[in-house]
């Protein structure tokens, strides 16, 4: 028996870039649909125990948890979009989040085998697949986005001091660098992609959504290359809590290596050794 259609845009995508990755069906184990990660009580005992973690600051709290469920979310609907125009059918009732004890969430599954797709897509003709024109098939990744997070990002405002606006600023970061990614890993111009992301912020803006600060592309040239890099336009402010970076780098400090308070020349710097080390593991 083949596999699903949507199952085929799992697995190649997931090869390209592991933000992408995502699964369609979930275990129950370690899983919770996204409408119950939605729910008040819920969010307000995850802010709790995140700020004990982060030493009373429930800003930062509130801020590490739209951070990391924008990015769960945010890979397998702009990574399918970009590189093989399909958006899975996803909504918050079916669509899961799995839990991390440290990450708080690690992955999303769509719940789902169903797609929108242009006209021209293999599978068109498929019953997993919902025939769209460009303009629906964009319409249905924003709504896609609106419908995700909207209501928990609302929630989340109510149980911590973190406004929308930075909330929504995270998710424009994660939108961008998943955008930059698609293009990155696949070698091919960035600037289409970053059209494609822009378009999907100016319609969640235009449905009334607080989109402000946006990330923007750092491109490093190396070997007659351009490798695109993600430069956040929101602060993930974890640098206030003293948690220790994931990286060592003196440079940077407590900063993360995509963060917005970091001068230019810092950023030049980390990310031309990025693409100096990128070119000789392609040649090993």
Not at 84 to 94: A, N, S, T, W
Not at 158 to 186: H, N, Q
Not at 218 to 227: H, I, K, P, Q, W
Not at 245 to 254: C, I
Request: hydrophobic share 40%; aromatic share 8%.
């Amino acid at each position: 028996m083949n596999p699903a259609p949507l199952e085929g845009t799992r697995q190649r995508i997931a090869q390209t870039f592991r933000g992408f990755t995502f699964d369609l069906d979930h275990d129950h184990e370690r899983w919770i649909s996204v409408a119950a990660a939605t729910a008040p009580d819920r969010l307000a005992s995850r802010v709790e125990h995140l700020t004990r973690r982060y030493g009373g600051q429930r800003d930062v709290a509130a801020a590490y948890l739209a951070m990391r469920v924008a990015a769960v979310v945010a890979g397998p609907l702009v990574g399918p979009y970009l590189l093989e125009r399909r958006v899975p059918l996803v909504e918050p009732p079916i669509t899961w989040l799995r839990t991390h004890p440290q990450l708080e969430f690690d992955r999303l599954a769509a719940g789902t085998s169903h797609f929108a797709a242009l006209a021209d897509d293999p599978d068109a003709g498929h019953p997993d697949v919902t025939v769209v024109d460009a303009d629906e098939l964009t319409a249905v990744i924003v709504g896609a986005f609106a419908e995700l997070l909207g209501p928990l990002l609302d929630n989340l405002r109510v149980v911590a001091p973190f406004g929308r606006r930075g909330m929504w600023g995270l998710v424009a970061d994660s939108i961008g660098g998943c955008a930059l990614a698609a293009a990155r890993e696949t070698g091919t111009d960035h600037r289409p992609a970053w059209t494609a992301a822009n378009d999907i912020l100016d319609r969640l803006r235009a449905r009334g959504l607080p989109i402000g600060n946006r990330p923007r592309p750092l491109v490093a040239t190396c070997g007659g290359r351009e490798f695109p890099f993600n430069i956040r336009g929101t602060c993930c402010l974890r640098y206030k809590a003293g948690e220790p970076p994931a990286h060592h780098d003196p440079d940077f400090g407590a900063y993360c290596h995509s963060c917005p308070l970091v001068d230019d020349d810092t950023l030049q710097r980390h990310y031309l050794d990025n693409a100096r080390e990128r070119l000789q593991g392609e040649s090993v």
